[in-house]
C-alpha cells in the first residue's frame, strides 16, 4: 500500500490496465461536460489500494445516474441496462469491458433482512449507508480532483490496519447477509473483525435475525462464501461465530467436521488439476458435506430450505444410509473387483464421491475410489440395445440386467473387444430373469 493515498493518480496509473484507465478518464469527461460529480467507489478503491491484479468499474455518479449511463452508453457505443428500483445501470463496451453505475442513494430497511427501499440521497449518505469501512472509500473522476481519494469513514486507517469494521451499529439488524460478508473478507484480505463489530454479529445471530432472510438470498451468500479461496477456513469462521444454525438447528462444528473440509478442499483441488473440463459445484461440494453430518430428517429439511435439486438431495439421502456397508467394502483389505467398485460408485455425482472420499480414514478406500475417478468411471460398453434386439431379445429390464453385467466383465477384465461383449450376451440371455 502507498504511504500517501490521498493523491491516487500514480497507483492508477501503475496497477490498473490501460483499457480500463481510458474508460475512467472517458467517464470523468463524460460527467464533466454536464456539471456532475462523478466516482469510482467501493471494492474497487479497497483492491486497489491493496494493490490486487483484478479491478472492477464500479462508478458512482452523484443525483445523475441513470442519465449519465444512457449518455455514456451512447457516447461510448455500449449495451445498457437499467435497474430502476435500484438506481443501478450496468453498461458492456467493446472488448466485453462491464462498468457498473450507481446514482446516490440512501436505503432504508422496512424491517431486518428484508430487500432495502432504496431513496435518492448525497454521496455522504451513499457512501455511510455501505457495509464496512474498507469498502466505504472512493476517488474521484472528474477533471482536476482526478484520483483524489475520498475517505468519510477511516476506511483507509482499517485497510492499513487489516481490520473489518462495520459502518454503524443497525448494519447487521438491516442486513443480516453483512455477517456473511464479514467472514468472506475475513477470509479472503487475511484480516481480523473488530471487536465491536463481532459483538453486533453475534448479537444479530442471538436475535435470529436469519429468520428473516429468505433462503434465496443465504444461498447466494453461501455460493460465494464456498468460491472464496479458503472454504474450509470460512466455514471455520462461520461457524465461530455460531452462523451454522441458520443451516439447521441441528448442525453442529467439530475438530473432525473440520478436518473433513480440509480433505474435501484437498480432493477437490485434486479433481481438477485432472479434469479441468469438468465443472463441480462447490455449492453442492461444501453444502452437501455439511448436510451430511444430519441426519436423514434434518438433510430433507435443510435440502428443501435451500432449494436443493430432488436429484442430488436423493442422492445425498441414499449416500448416506448407506455409507456404512460402502466404506466397509471399499476399505477392505482384501481384493475388491473394479465392478464392485465401479457399482458403489457409478450414477453419484461427482460432488458425493468427493465427500465420500473426504470421509474415509482409510488408504485403500481413497486409492478404490480414485481409481474410480481417473479409470472406471470412463469404460463403456460397445454392445448396446440396438445389439441386444438383433440377437432376438424382447426391449425391457433384461436389457440392462444384461449390459450391466457386460460392462462389469469389461471392469473386471474378462472381456476385451465387442466380439466378447457379443459372445458373452448371447451366454446371458438364458440366464437373466424375463423381460
Known sequence: ?????IDLTALISDRIEPRLQK????AGRSADAR??????VGGSVRDL???KNTFDL????EEHGMDFARNFAREERGTLKLYRRFATAMIILRGGIKVDITTTRGEYYPEPGSLPQVVPGSFEEDIRRRDFTINAMAFSLNRGEFGRLIDLTGGFSDLDAGIIRVLHGDSFRDDPTRIFRAVRFKQRLGFSIEPRTEELMRTAVDLKLFEKVSPERL???????FHEPDPPGAIESMARYDELRFIHPRLLYSNELEYQFCRIRNNHNWFRERFREEGISLFRLYFGALLFSLPGDAISEAGEKFNLSLKFLAQ???????SDEVERILSSREEVAPSRVSSLLRGIDIELVLIIMALSDSDSAVSRIRRYLTEY????????????KKLGIPPGPKYKQILDQLLAARLDGQVRTREDELSLARSLVDNVGPG
Open 377 to 388: 468411471r470412463m469404460v463403456h460398453g460397445e454392445v448396446n440395445g440396438g445389439d441386444l
Open 49 to 51: 489500494l491493496l494493490e
Open 1 to 5: 500500500m502507498k504511504s500517501n493515498p
Open 23 to 26: 474508460v475512467l478518464h472517458a
Open 35 to 40: 456539471g456532475w460529480k462523478i466516482y469510482c
Open 58 to 61: 464500479d462508478i458512482l455518479v
Open 219 to 225: 444461498r447466494h451468500e453461501l455460493e460465494l462464501i
Open 316 to 322: 445425498l439421502k441414499s449416500v448416506k444410509s448407506r
